[in-house]
């Protein structure tokens, strides 16, 4: 992956082409048998992994389900729901738990020759003060207590100081990394369904998912089927939900 220094914001998608695919995107249920090619498959895991993100800690892995046993014990699992019955399968999963590997991977991938001092020091102090909640997230406990003092004299971050942030934290950042692979799946003229409709523990038998791992969604992926899309688009009007200040 190539990074990109310029002083401007560099804008190669022109705004009625990224409506143009966010507009195309809708929830499909029903998909065609053909397999999504692995190199379709590895782009959009690419423009995925190029989601914004908590500190740069990236904190999200994916499994790839293409094996047609392990689709079919899908199924049931997601409790038998036609979007389940996609020729792809990608579980996401948010990682509270793979922050420290995470600021050794950002020095170790660091990509110039010096990793500047400051960030060093950020991943090395900083990070691991602020994602350490302890065992028995004791730490964390110890650390709100801190940071309600600190936060009388001056403004600070008061998150993450439990486990339960923590999962937050990571889901945050999935979830943006979920809506790019969603995108790109589209713009590679891949539906995709979004489900959160699926029996945890009995996926868990089914994919070897991390114990702190948390399955966000199982995303169905296919070309769109017949009577794929079920009811037509429905948002609720702007006005409810924005404030203009
Ligand atoms: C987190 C999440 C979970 C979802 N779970 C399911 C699901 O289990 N089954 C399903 O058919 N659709 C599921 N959906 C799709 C939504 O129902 C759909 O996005 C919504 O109705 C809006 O329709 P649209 O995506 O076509 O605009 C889910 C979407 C999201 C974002």
Not at 43 to 69: I, M, T, Y
Not at 95 to 105: G, K, L, S
Request: charged letters at 20%; one cysteine or more.
């Amino acid at each position: 992956m190539t990074s990109f220094p310029t002083d401007e914001t560099p804008n190669t998608a022109s705004p009625a082409a990224l409506r143009a695919l966010i507009e195309s995107r809708r929830a499909v249920r029903r998909f065609t048998s053909e397999p999504v090619p692995d190199e379709v498959i590895r782009d959009c895991l690419e423009l995925a992994v190029l989601a914004p993100n908590s500190c740069n800690l990236q904190p999200w892995s994916f499994q790839v389900v293409r094996d047609p046993a392990l689709l079919a014990q899908l199924h049931p699992v997601c409790m038998g729901q036609n979007a389940a019955r996609a020729p792809l399968i990608i579980a996401v999963l948010a990682r509270p738990d793979t922050w420290r590997q995470a600021c050794r991977n950002i020095i170790e991938y660091w990509p110039e020759a010096e990793v500047p001092a400051r960030v060093r020091s950020f991943y090395s102090k900083t990070a691991p003060f602020q994602y350490n909640q302890g065992p028995l997230g004791l730490f964390g406990l110890l650390k709100r207590q801190l940071v309600r003092l600190a936060g009388l004299r001056k403004a600070l971050m008061r998150t993450p100081n439990s486990r339960a942030d923590m999962r937050l934290w990571a889901v945050k950042s999935t979830a943006l990394a979920a809506e790019n692979l969603i995108l790109a799946f589209q713009s590679h003229g891949y539906a995709t369904c979004p489900m959160e409709g699926f029996d945890e523990v009995r996926l868990r038998r089914v994919l070897d998912i991390p114990r702190q791992a948390m399955p966000i969604m199982l995303l169905a992926v296919g070309r769109q089927g017949e009577k794929g899309i079920y009811n037509p688009r429905l948002r609720f009007p702007l006005e409810q939900q924005v404030t203009w200040l």
